[in-house]
């Protein structure tokens, strides 16, 4: 059986969690969630990047230790997390003591091996973004994203990344799907035009004291992102005695493989120097680098915790909820691509797709089968041509969900089933049960029967997005049977099944006044 590994970025602890970072956990979650119901066995880890100076200098702020502060944030993380119903299997912490110990081994092997020197740096340094620029990359005093760069000059180590340069651009050739979405192949491979530079991977302890210890030489500790990116090897037993077995479980074997989510901001560190990082360990590439695009503000921004405007998950749950938050951030987001968010923008998804499309759906069939048919789920659809033509709608429905999510496009996989649902609709437009159950309710039921049939199928695909709302739905319509299987099949309600109508399940929202 296929395994799906699949992780997050870890999270700087240095603010509380946002709506950038929930959208990396939620696609990650979804993602997860869908590959499961397929029937592959999944795991999923998301955390925290504790190290560095960035961190140290939030701890130092607020008169705190360093890990204090972490263990505080680490939690805030958890919580926001759990709000937004996301299942991870395991939650990452880089202070964790296996970890440093792991990464102390896979630094020690690149020493051995001679892949890491030591040399004087002198170039500029963004706290900001924790890299290294030369004097080419820093446009205006300022580095290529606009941030404050200071000049420093040290003994450091370094890792010869040059080293793999045209073995990484022949990797990503062969393998066209290691770089997601095209564009962003593309860019990286642009950036490979010019000459690579080995990678400095330590600070002084002098300036630096936060981080993990460098095994051969204790007056440094280990630059953040070498540490940070090895978690995703590291989280499934990666240099660990006695994990052997989980990493080829997770990791190496033919049928596994690590999914990174990531967002397009840290595309360098993850397809140029993680790949090489793992090159020069002699450890299997990751299956799939996806780099999705950003949430941005009302200027057309990044929403980000430097401009200020950040908004919380919270923020936008208390005014629709929670699982239409998670639907709105998979379907209205092309993955891969910005995407304006506002109020009104939510407002209307939500209604649209939720409020008037599945939940008018659910709540004229079931107020009609309470009426007419004393809450038992009428006999079996019809067979005209408009019913025929549903059914199979309905029938190649989840194979196209199944399609789409495997090629990371969750927002077209969820077209697909609003499409259907929309077609249920406009086919309960055309039979009007409501007037027909007057003068010949065995018609009515008929025609009922195919909208519960749509709800019951639109229901399973569309749990790993909604799990608590499809569940009480399905609940409602008495299904009990929620496999992906069951999403392929016409007509498995039984008749006489009991259908409860209860209060919407999505209710409209309204504007708020102040928006
Ligand atoms: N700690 C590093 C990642 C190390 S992974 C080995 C880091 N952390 S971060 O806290 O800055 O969060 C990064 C993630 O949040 C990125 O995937 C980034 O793109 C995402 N987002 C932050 N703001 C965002 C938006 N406005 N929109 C979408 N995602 C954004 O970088």
Redesign the pocket.
């Known amino acids: 059986m296929d395994r799906f590994y699949i992780t997050t ?4 602890p240095n603010a509380k969690p946002h709506i ?2 929930a ?2 956990t939620v696609m990650a979650d979804i993602l997860q969630r869908y590959h499961k119901l397929f029937g592959r066995e999944t795991y999923f880890i998301t955390g925290t ?1 504790e190290h560095g100076q960035k961190i140290q200098k939030a701890a130092e702020d607020r008169g705190m230790n360093p890990l204090t502060h972490c263990d505080e944030m680490a939690e805030n993380y958890k919580m926001a997390w759990k709000h937004m119903e996301i299942k991870y299997d395991h939650f990452f912490r880089t202070t964790d003591e296996w970890h440093k110990r792991a990464v102390q081994s896979a630094l020690q092997k690149l020493w051995d091996k001679g892949e890491i020197y030591s040399d004087t740096y002198e170039g500029w340094y963004s706290v900001s973004e924790e890299i290294f620029y030369t004097d080419k990359e820093v446009i205006d005093g300022k580095s290529p994203s606009g941030r404050e760069v200071t000049r420093i000059k040290e003994k450091n180590y370094f890792f010869k990344m040059s080293k793999y340069q045209q073995q990484l651009i022949d990797y990503i050739n062969d393998n066209p799907g290691f770089i997601c979405p095209d564009v962003r192949k593309n860019e990286v491979l642009g950036f490979l035009k010019q000459p690579l530079g080995d990678l400095c991977i330590s600070r002084p302890k002098s300036r630096l004291s936060w981080g993990v210890e460098l095994p051969f030489d204790t007056e440094y500790v280990c630059y953040v992102w070498f540490d ?2 090895l ?1 995703y090897a590291t989280a499934v037993g990666y240099e660990q005695k006695g994990k052997e077995q989980e990493f080829e479980r997770w990791w190496s074997s033919e049928n596994a493989g690590a999914h990174h989510i ?5 595309l360098t560190t993850h397809a140029v120097y993680w790949p090489t990082m793992l090159m020069a360990l002699g450890v299997k590439m990751p299956k799939k680098l996806f780099a ?1 695009g ?2 941005l503000n009302k200027d057309n921004n ?3 915790k430097s401009t200020g405007d950040l908004a919380t998950p919270k923020d936008f749950s208390d005014l629709i909820g929670v699982e239409p938050l998670r639907y709105f951030l998979a379907s209205e987001i092309h993955f891969g691509n910005d995407a304006p968010v506002s109020i009104e923008i939510i407002v209307n998804k939500i209604n649209n797709d939720l409020a008037n499309n599945i939940g008018n759906l659910l709540s004229r069939s079931t107020n009609l089968i309470a009426k007419y048919f004393d809450g038992q789920c009428p006999g079996e659809s019809d067979t005209d041509e408009s019913t025929k033509k549903l059914i199979t709608l309905a029938e190649n429905t989840a194979a196209k969900v199944q399609d789409r999510i495997e090629s990371f496009d969750p927002s077209r996989a969820l077209e697909a089933v609003i499409h259907l649902l929309n077609e249920a609709n406009r086919f309960l437009e055309e039979k009007a049960p409501w007037t027909t159950a007057k003068t010949n309710t065995t018609q009515a039921g008929k025609d009922l029967y195919s909208a519960i049939e749509v709800l019951r199928i639109s229901a399973i695909l569309l749990r790993p997005v909604l799990p608590e709302k499809m569940a009480e739905l399905l609940n409602r319509i008495g299904c009990k049977k929620r496999s992906f299987e069951d999403a392929k099949k016409w007509g498995l309600t039984p008749s006489g099944t009991h259908m409860e109508k209860g209060q919407p399940l999505f209710p409209r929202v309204e504007m708020p006044e102040n928006a």
């Open positions: 970025p870890i999270y700087y950038g970072t959208y990396s990047d940070a990116l978690n990531l967002g397009k901001d840290i999705h950003w949430i990044k929403m980000s």
